[in-house]
């Protein structure tokens, strides 16, 4: 089992920037892809972002390409997000999840989720 612990979100101006963290214990050794998603409200859970753990292959939703920047330290089994130029289309709760499957946006291919971590942009 692997248990993810996000924190950093807040209440914060359009264009103002915030990082998330997402700490992972447990069977950390199985985890080969982590991901950040979001869920607005009445919307869908969306994909944001994934970075492979043993690598530094990323990818990022169209919406926040430029914006965001994942990265990861090994050492504290820790995976960030970087939010920069954030807008009120940001707004929503942020999941990061892991996987010990292949990298993708798919939601199903990831076994473990945070409890998530709500971000709200105020314009």
């Known amino acids: 089992q692997v248990q993810l612990v996000e924190s950093g979100g807040g209440l914060v101006q359009a264009e103002d920037s915030l990082r998330l963290s997402c700490v992972a214990s447990g069977r950390t050794f199985s985890i080969n892809t982590v991901a950040w998603f979001r869920q607005a409200p009445g919307k869908e859970r969306e994909f944001v972002s994934y970075i492979s753990w043993g690598g530094s292959t990323t990818h990022y939703a169209d919406s926040v390409k430029g914006r965001f920047t994942i990265s990861r330290d090994n050492a504290k089994n820790t995976a960030y997000l970087q939010m920069n130029s954030l807008t009120a289309e940001d707004t929503a709760v942020y999941y990061c999840?892991?996987?010990?499957?292949?990298?993708?946006?798919?939601?199903?291919?990831?076994?473990?989720w945070g409890q998530g971590t709500q971000v709200t942009v105020s314009s």
């Open positions: 999840a892991a996987g010990a499957r292949e990298l993708g946006v798919s939601m199903f291919l990831y076994d473990y």
